[in-house]
């Protein structure tokens, strides 16, 4: 049965673009089929950490959503992102990153009910294990539709004051949508914080697990996005946390 992922932070900033490579390219490497589906129309950019040239896709999620293609002839396969040794298979749906086409979608919006009956047809045509949805900050109809409709909801936050309230709304909101699965982590932790002590805290605050704990690290700022960390630092701790994360969302049922 196949599970739809949604990754989301109450603010941008969070690595959540980031987090959502990493993990879907794990997944990958674990022999799954996964998709990645970028529904920040309004700012897109997780096709870089795939190496995808955005404005060289024939179609974009924008297309399927006003009715230009079907959702599956915007798919991209990106399994080299996963490594040479990868038996699994990865697409990404990208969003659309013309100008005019960002601006439609402020000024017009679009039809929100198409994004799950698009999420459904990609698990169906393309027989996919895992589909990831990238969400945008915050939330609005989209955000509130991929929330409700996910198995597993990942909250991204930061040891911020403005992220823990936001994250208290988000973490309500998910409880009333009754998401089966929703798990915490915590991002760009400074060094110096004791990170047993904060999960714990977190933790308590929310009743809420906390799936992961990741350090700010410099590899991932002098990686820029241009590319998958996991591929680059496989014996980095920071990849060993992410691999603990994706064992939590898989073996937990």
């Known amino acids: ?65 006003w009715g230009k293609c079907e959702v599956t002839s915007a798919a991209c396969d990106v399994t080299e992102a996963a490594g040479p040794s990868s038996n699994g298979r990865l697409f990404l749906i990208p969003a659309s990153i013309r100008a005019g086409d960002i601006a439609r979608v402020l000024h017009y919006g679009y039809d929100v009910n198409l994004l799950k009956e698009g999420y459904q047809r990609l698990i169906r045509d393309l027989s996919l294990d895992f589909l990831f949805v990238d969400t945008h900050p915050g939330l609005n109809e989209e955000t509130l539709l991929s929330i409700a409709i996910s198995d597993i909801l990942l909250i991204l936050l ?35 914080l004791d990170r047993e002590t904060l999960a714990a805290k977190v933790s308590a605050t929310y009743d809420c697990k906390v799936a992961g704990v990741l350090n700010h690290e410099e590899q991932m700022m002098t990686l820029a996005s241009s590319g998958i960390f996991v591929m680059r630092y496989p014996d980095h701790p920071l990849s060993s946390e992410l691999r603990a994360i994706v064992r939590e969302m898989v073996m937990q049922r």
């Open 158 to 192: 930061r040891p911020d004051h403005q992220d823990y309230q936001g994250t208290s709304v988000t973490v309500e909101i998910s409880r009333q949508l009754e998401v089966p699965r929703t798990y915490l982590v915590l991002n760009k932790v400074p060094a110096n």
């Open 1 to 65: 049965m196949a599970k739809i992922i949604a990754i989301h932070s109450f603010r941008g900033g969070t690595g959540k673009s980031n987090t959502t490579a990493n993990l879907a390219c794990l997944l990958t490497g674990m022999g799954r089929r996964v998709g990645v589906v970028d529904t920040d129309l309004q700012s897109p950019g997780i096709h870089v950490l795939f190496g995808l040239d955005a404005k060289g896709s024939q179609y974009a999620l924008n297309d399927f959503l």
